[in-house]
């Protein structure tokens, strides 16, 4: 996590805003005037994807929008056959279609980089875009006119890293691998436990209407 604050005191503020970004504290702040009356992490563009830094503005807003690069591709029932795909790079497979990721309150800042609510794991993780708390997306998405000033700076290497994988990742105890094996003899007892010590990819999920979506840019 950030470490930063999330708070929102600018109901009611007059003064102009403007919208300050810090890729090296994954913070963004918000001002009306001179007065600072939002603070919010964020998560920016990760390694090879990295947020451009300067000065730009808020040239459209999108309450519903979806990525039209990435996403996933879907099967005939919405089911995610693959995810995390590039309509660039990746080709549908056979009898599958593109759903773009959801990007609730979108607010474009330069070509397909824009603010919006999604995912932040405490680090730089997006595809170029600034992701928020979707309670403070929403803040932000309503008080903010097209043509406000948006600054973007500081270095996203000096903010906190990926945590390690192999910290994540214990190996489970002996005992349960013998519960699992012991279960899947007997199928018609007590199947659902074995999803819990099975490294199997659990069986996707249909993409429902309303479903959030936290893929990425």
Known sequence: SSGHECYWK?????????IHISLSEQCVRYFKGDQLVGVSPISSGREGYSTRRGSFSVIEKDLDHRSTLYGAFV????????????????RPPPGTRFVGAEMPGFMRITGAIGMHAGYLPG????????????????????????????RIEGDASEAPTRPPVVAAVAP???????ETRTMQKKPGTLGEPTLMFSRKKPK???????????LEE
């Open 10 to 18: 600018g109901d009611g503020v007059h003064g102009k805003p403007r």
């Open 75 to 90: 099967d005939a029932g919405g089911h995610i056959v693959q995810e995390d795909v590039d309509v660039r790079k990746d």
């Open 123 to 150: 680090y730089p993780a997006s595809h170029g875009c600034i992701r928020l708390p979707a309670h403070m997306a929403s803040i932000f998405y309503h008080a903010t006119p097209t043509g406000t000033p948006v």
């Open 172 to 178: 489970a105890p002996a005992q349960k691998k013998i």
């Open 204 to 214: 996707a999920s249909p993409v429902l209407r309303g479903q959030t979506l936290y």
